[in-house]
């Protein structure tokens, strides 16, 4: 069992980095009632940045099953939509 | 990140010197380098804050994946220096 | 996982996790009725509610008086819902449509019309080019009426919140639980059939957005709802302001109705940019029942963005993500709201065309008092299923 201070020091650490979500928030929407990552990810945003969730996906995974139990092989990414990197919007312009 | 002999792949061959500008200061990199990498041979390790916890980020997966060492180059924000080869007249500068 | 057991008998059966679904839910919770289960075939706001342009709106051209009394109860919660729900939303106004001279009197005309139905102090038309003071960086039409209380919200916080706030308050919510059947005596729904077992229940209501035929079928009844696939695209975070205002809306999509006879795709620029900075470029409308995002839309809505907002052009805005929802759509453009004539229990909470966001709540608060009240026909007349056929 954690201590209290240790237990802060996790919820603080960033969990999406490019959006900046915290274990903590993560956590709540799980508390809540977030129970795949999908629905982590429509509470908080995390994993609707710029890496379309590839450095904190498989961490929300983890942090579901540690908080609930689900195993790894249930939790399934979230959707992942087009363009796979940015797009300039002046990339779609007409030519001429 | 600028690795001069490898013990597999030998000594690296002679490359053009060439300026590249950041924020004021002009330094000299490698044509063809990472910018990332040219970056880090010069000390410069923070790329940019982060908007909400205002938190220091730089390379991080160094694949171009984590989007954490984007900057904007030649007035392109969120571009993966990591990734994105130097050359010769480049303009970098860090991001909001 | 072991999954819960399912509770066997309830009072109020809601099926589908949206907007529609979750309101209610909330609605009848906070009124103390919570002998309720809500069930969602995969999970809340995974649907049309999780993915649409956020708009916090109401039909404006053309006037759907019908609609107002459900727009404006959800205006008149949506300042105080995020600290009910202990979720900020992300609540922002105003809404702006922008109006061409030709469309001027019609404008005026519509505002008139809010007055004399008692929505007046919330709309009121802008004098000319005060609209590009208020959207500097925008190419707009001279004129526009301004909803004062209207602009957007951020669906997913905001469906999922109320949601969790059912279940927090004693609603049973089973989410990937599918209902595949429905029984019904003697006039009477009895009880709903799912994957994982049988609920009885007094009430069974409609809230599957643009599968509510679906749950018609199963009791025979005919919904006439179909689809209009709906397209964004979604740029970086930016810390510059692009759009001002909650919402901003053109003419020309004030004026379309959803008429797609040609059955082609359509492309209108509306826009938001949201709290954190991302900028909503939306919108692009075609008959379809899928949700994958084409090429052909995205760069309709960039090329669009660019003559409409050129400094995306000349900052080097990216576009870094893009989604696609479906828009149930009736015939008459009418939400269809409350009991059905000949079933006894089964309720409609269903076909809010693009308004579900805007409306939804006011809709559930009329719902819940029906049946808090154990009343037998829906207050507004005009959005009673009785319009289009009776039971059969």
């Known amino acids: 069992m954690r201590d209290q201070t240790a237990k802060d020091e996790a919820s603080a650490i960033v969990i999406c980095r490019c959006e900046e979500i915290t274990r903590g928030e993560i956590v709540d929407a799980i508390r809540r009632g977030a129970r795949s990552i999908a629905a982590v990810k429509r509470r908080t945003s995390a994993g609707m940045g710029l890496c379309h969730g590839r450095t904190c996906t498989r961490l929300i995974a983890e942090i579901l099953r540690e908080e609930v139990g689900i195993p790894m092989e249930e939790l399934k990414p979230a959707t992942v939509r087009p363009p796979v990197r940015p797009i300039l919007v002046s990339a779609f312009e007409e030519e001429g | 990140m600028r690795i001069l002999e490898h013990p597999i792949l030998g000594k690296m061959p002679p490359r053009k010197v060439v300026k590249i500008e950041m924020e004021g200061r002009v330094l000299e990199a490698f044509e063809g380098e990472p910018i990332a990498a040219a970056l880090t041979a010069h000390g410069i390790c923070v790329f940019r804050y982060t908007r909400v916890r205002k938190e220091p980020r730089g390379i991080s997966c160094a694949i171009g994946q984590c989007t954490d060492c984007v900057m904007v180059v030649n007035g392109i924000p969120n571009t993966r220096t990591c990734v994105t080869r130097v050359e010769d007249g480049m303009k970098i500068q860090r991001q909001e | ?98 109006l061409t001279e030709e469309a001027y009197e019609a404008g005026e005309k519509y505002v008139k019309q809010f007055e004399e139905l008692g929505f007046g102090n919330g709309f009121r038309m802008l004098a000319k080019n005060e609209i590009n003071g208020m959207e500097p960086n925008m190419v707009l039409a001279p004129h526009g009426i301004l909803d004062l209380r209207g602009g957007q919200v951020n669906p997913l916080y905001y469906t999922t919140a109320l949601g969790d706030k059912a279940r927090e308050l004693g609603v049973k919510v089973y989410e990937n ?18 994957d994982r077992g049988e609920i009885e229940s007094t009430y069974v209501v409609n809230a599957c957005g643009a599968w509510a035929p679906r749950i018609g079928a199963m009791v025979g009844l005919r919904i006439p709802i179909e689809t209009l696939k709906c397209q964004v695209v979604v740029s970086e975070k930016l810390t510059e302001t692009y759009v001002h205002s909650g919402s901003i809306t053109p003419i020309s999509y004030l004026l379309a109705d959803m008429d797609q006879s040609e059955g082609r795709m359509h492309c209108f620029g509306l826009y938001k940019q949201l709290k954190k900075g991302e900028l909503l470029i939306g919108i692009t ?22 003559k409409i907002i050129p400094k995306i052009k000349d900052q080097n805005v990216h576009i870094i993500s893009s989604y696609a929802n479906l828009y149930a759509v009736t015939p008459d453009r009418h939400a269809i709201l409350g009991p059905v004539d000949g079933l006894q229990g089964f309720i409609m909470n269903c076909g809010y065309n693009d308004y579900g966001i805007g409306t939804g709540y006011g809709a559930a608060e009329f719902l819940a008092e029906m049946i808090l009240n154990d009343e037998k026909s829906f207050p507004i007349e005009e959005l009673r299923f009785s319009r289009f056929s009776s039971y059969h």
């Open chain 3, 285 to 306: 409308e075609e008959p379809g029942n899928d949700k994958w995002v084409t090429f052909e839309a995205m760069e309709a809505l960039a090329r669009k963005a660019i």
């Open chain 3, 177 to 194: 639980t599918e209902v595949v059947g429905i029984r019904c005596e003697k006039g009477h729904v009895r009880l709903i059939a799912t």
């Open chain 3, 1 to 98: 996982m072991l999954k819960e057991e399912l509770k066997r008998r309830t009072e109020v059966v809601i099926i589908g996790g949206g907007i529609a679904g979750c309101s209610l839910a909330y609605c009848l919770a906070k009124r103390g009725i919570t002998d309720v289960v809500l069930v969602e075939r995969k999970e809340l706001a995974s649907e049309s509610s999780g993915a649409n342009f956020a708009s916090v709106m109401c039909t404006m051209i053309p006037l759907r008086p019908a609609l107002l009394p459900l727009y404006s109860r959800s205006l008149d919660a949506f300042p105080k819902l995020s600290e009910e729900l202990g979720r900020d939303i992300g609540y922002k106004t105003p809404r702006l449509n922008a």
